[in-house]
């Protein structure tokens, strides 16, 4: 009868923050791609080596496919935001 319901076990919210960073990720790699800064392309190359490389050791696929679609989800929408604002100039 006493049993008490706790949201944090219902409901893991590690996914949801992780996809929201790689979101993050994606939009402020595309400002600086398109700025054109080089560098980025090195730090996202790494990044995904070792999240690849550290899903792969723990052969959890899920969590990379999540981060990967919300990457270029947020590279998506900045290019679709700076399309939309800056026009074709």
């Given amino acids: 009868m006493k049993q008490k319901i706790n949201l944090v076990k219902l409901i893991n919210f590690r996914p949801i923050f992780y996809s929201f960073l790689a979101f993050l990720f994606g939009l402020i790699v595309s400002r600086e ?3 054109g ?5 090195a730090l996202v190359s790494i990044c995904f080596g070792l ?3 550290g899903c792969g050791l723990y052969k959890k ?3 990379i496919v999540v981060i990967i679609v919300s990457f ?10 700076r399309n939309t604002f800056l026009g074709k100039t």
């Fill in 33 to 35: 791609l398109f700025d």
């Fill in 37 to 41: 800064n080089g560098l980025y392309i």
């Fill in 51 to 53: 999240l690849i490389l």
């Fill in 61 to 63: 696929w899920i969590p």
């Fill in 72 to 81: 270029f989800v947020g590279s998506g929408c900045y290019v679709i935001a």
